[in-house]
């Protein structure tokens, strides 16, 4: 079974930080890219950022950079995003993912694993 899990999420107040993992069984990720997306109520999933097999290239979306890392340790078959000075509207549910397919990184079609996800709310 290919399996991804997510955790880390929780309650965090606005500027707070949180880091969350995703760790695979059933496959190793240093095969894979990885990306993390995002989905808030009533809103569709969104990508987050992404980092590529080796790690020499990420992305991120426009409105966490600057705020947000990722990373990877193949060694732990993890890989991390470190969330900063978080506000109200990076409340949502977040979700890693394993690219298989694609060109498109922020297009949730180019991945086929994925997490279950976990709950990120950001509140005072």
């Known amino acids: 079974q290919l399996q991804l899990v997510e955790s880390g999420g929780g309650l965090v107040e606005p500027g707070g930080s949180l880091r969350l993992s995703c760790t695979a069984s059933?496959?190793?990720?240093?095969?894979?890219?990885i990306a993390w997306f995002r989905q808030a109520p009533g809103k569709e999933r969104e990508g987050v950022s992404y980092?590529?097999?080796?790690?020499?290239?990420?992305y991120f979306a426009d409105s966490v950079k600057g705020r947000f890392t990722i990373s990877r340790d193949n060694a732990k078959n993890t890989v991390y995003l470190q969330m900063n000075t978080l506000k109200p509207e990076d409340t949502a549910i977040y979700y890693c993912?394993?690219?298989?397919?694609?060109?498109?990184?922020?297009?949730?079609?180019?991945?086929?694993?994925w997490g279950r996800g976990t709950q990120i709310t950001v509140s005072s």
């Open positions: 993912a394993a690219k298989v397919r694609g060109s498109i990184w922020s297009d949730t079609r180019s991945y086929n694993y």
């Open positions: 059933g496959f190793i990720l240093d095969k894979y890219a």
């Open positions: 980092i590529s097999v080796t790690g020499g290239t990420t």
